[in-house]
Nanobody
Framework: EVQLVESGGGLVQAGGSLRLSCPAS????????LAWFRQAPGKEREGVSC????????YYRDSVKGRFTVSNDNAKNTVYLQMNSLKPEDTAVYYC????????????????????WGPGTQVTVSS
């Protein structure tokens, strides 16, 4: 069974940086999408970013463009999320998710597009 485990979360002051990692083990496919989602208290889970393993195409939600960078190491089946210029509104539990095939150009940000999820890592940004 596919296993995803996020790491790198923590407490940081506004304007600071964090780098999240998510190795994916036991992937039964070579072509896959690796995505990051987040869920703040009292809010729905939302898509943050996605990267396609086959060609490195990336997607970002508008609120993180220019601040967050998603990357992947295909040899390690690991996706990273570099988060810079963090804001208090970035506070959330961050999840990585994956599924067969590239990031969907229209629906990459929807939870239903992914079958496999990690348990999440807490990111807290203080003002």
């Amino acid at each position: 069974e596919v296993q995803l485990v996020e790491s790198g979360g923590g407490l940081v002051q506004a304007g600071g940086s964090l780098r999240l990692s998510c190795p994916a083990s036991r992937l039964p496919f070579d072509d896959y999408a690796l995505a990051w989602f987040r869920q703040a208290p009292g809010k729905e889970r939302e898509g943050v970013s996605c990267i396609s393993s086959n060609d490195g195409t990336t997607y970002y939600r508008d609120s993180v463009k220019g601040r967050f960078t998603v990357s992947n190491d295909n040899a390690k089946n690991t996706v990273y999320l570099q988060m810079n210029s963090l804001k208090p509104e970035d506070t959330a539990v961050y999840y990585c998710a994956t599924n067969y095939g590239p990031c969907d150009d229209s629906y990459w940000y929807l939870e239903d597009d992914y079958d496999y999820w990690g348990p999440g890592t807490q990111v807290t940004v203080s003002s």
